[in-house]
T-cell receptor, first 113, second 109 residues
Framework: KAGVTQTPRYLIKTRGQQVTLSCSPI?????VSWYQQTPGQGLQFLFE???????NKGNFPGRFSGRQFSNSRSEMNVSTLELGDSALYLC????????????FGSGTRLTVV | QKEVEQDPGPLSVPEGAIVSLNCTYS??????FMWYRQYSRKGPELLMY????GNKEDGRFTAQVDKSSKYISLFIRDSQPSDSATYLC?????????FGKGTRLSVIA
């Protein structure tokens, strides 16, 4: 069974640019969540999608957005990149019952210079 | 007060030691408790989950939850160098998963 696939693995962008990250969940999983991980703040919740609808949103500025497609694949977009957006962005998928944990991908390491 | 507090360590122990990792949480609405392990340059991997107070054992790992004290623990028996990783507690109610900041563990051979 394939796991959660995130692309690209590494990305270097310049301040002011925008970036799109992709996540393919485990087959059959309809829920996709995104987290930002930094050494100082740990894992912080960005948003959660279920069946193409945003179900929850974390406390991030509007520059961070996401969407989910009918095949459950998800993308997140960050516009007008800032140096502080440098982080590991993790995607996690879960089945109908998400109370028993999520399966994470290996993440996309974004560096903003 | 943060929703979940976890001592970041680092924690360094000799091979074979018993390791105790702990988290406290503030919201009594949290009902589901998990531990994740994260190796360098990898995503977190679910180790154990539970929803009730008490102990749950899986091989060398034991998860303990005390809802009255809002305190959760993970014990690792006979620790191995391969257990060297960052361990994250994660807690959930009718909300997305909330994570502790993680404890970095090194097991020295």
């Amino acid at each position: 069974k394939a796991g959660v696939t995130q692309t690209p693995r590494y990305l270097i962008k310049t301040r002011g640019q925008q970036v799109t990250l992709s996540c393919s969940p485990i087959s059959g999983h309809r829920s996709v969540s995104w987290y930002q991980q930094t050494p100082g703040q740990g894992l912080q919740f960005l948003f959660e999608y279920f069946s193409e609808t945003q179900r929850n949103k974390g406390n991030f500025p509007g520059r961070f957005s996401g969407r989910q497609f009918s095949n459950s694949r998800s993308e997140m977009n960050v516009s007008t990149l800032e140096l502080g957006d440098s982080a590991l962005y993790l995607c996690a998928s879960s089945g109908e019952d998400s109370y028993y944990g999520y399966t994470f991908g290996s993440g996309t390491r974004l560096t903003v210079v | 007060q943060k929703e979940v507090e976890q001592d970041p360590g680092p924690l360094s122990v000799p091979e074979g030691a018993i390791v105790s990792l702990n988290c406290t949480y503030s919201n009594s609405a949290f009902q589901y408790f998990m531990w994740y392990r994260q190796y360098s340059r990898k995503g977190p991997e679910l180790l154990m989950y539970t929803y009730s107070s008490g102990n749950k054992e899986d091989g060398r790992f034991t998860a303990q939850v005390d809802k009255s004290s809002k305190y959760i623990s993970l014990f690792i028996r006979d620790s191995q160098p391969s257990d060297s990783a960052t361990y994250l507690c994660a807690i959930k109610g009718n909300t997305p998963l909330v994570f502790g900041k993680g404890t970095r563990l090194s097991v020295i051979a």
